[in-house]
């Protein structure tokens, strides 16, 4: 089974910055994409940053310019660099993976259990 751990959530105040990291148990290659999502106070889980194992990125439009999005296959873990953080930025993150069935073109999601970003000052 898979399994990610996240790491480096914590309390930061407004334009500071934070550097989250997901560890895999497998090889990250095995993945069709990896990324972030988080869940704020009373909201629904949204998508924060992808990156495909072709390297492709996706942002929200929230945080483009302010997150980056990486990934060290050698380390089996992804990154996101957060920037320029905001009030509103505040949420649980989770780290994600896809694994897709080429033959079916059926993917299934991993998820971490989240570490905690607290934008406050």
């Known amino acids: 089974q898979v399994q990610l751990v996240e790491s480096g959530g914590g309390l930061v105040q407004p334009g500071g910055s934070l550097r989250l990291s997901c560890v895999a148990s497998t090889n990250i290659f095995t993945f069709y994409a990896m990324g972030w999502y988080r869940q704020g106070p009373g909201k629904q889980r949204e998508l924060v940053a992808t990156i495909t194992s072709g390297g492709t990125t996706n942002y929200a439009d929230s945080v483009k310019g302010r997150f980056t999005i990486s990934r060290d296959n050698a380390k089996n873990t992804v990154y996101l660099q957060m920037n320029n953080l905001k009030p509103e930025d505040t949420a649980v993150y989770y780290c994600?993976?896809?694994?897709?069935?080429?033959?079916?073109?059926?993917?299934?999601?991993?998820w971490g259990q989240g570490t905690p970003v607290t934008v406050s000052s």
């Open positions: 994600n993976a896809k694994f897709r069935v080429e033959v079916t073109k059926v993917s299934y999601d991993y």
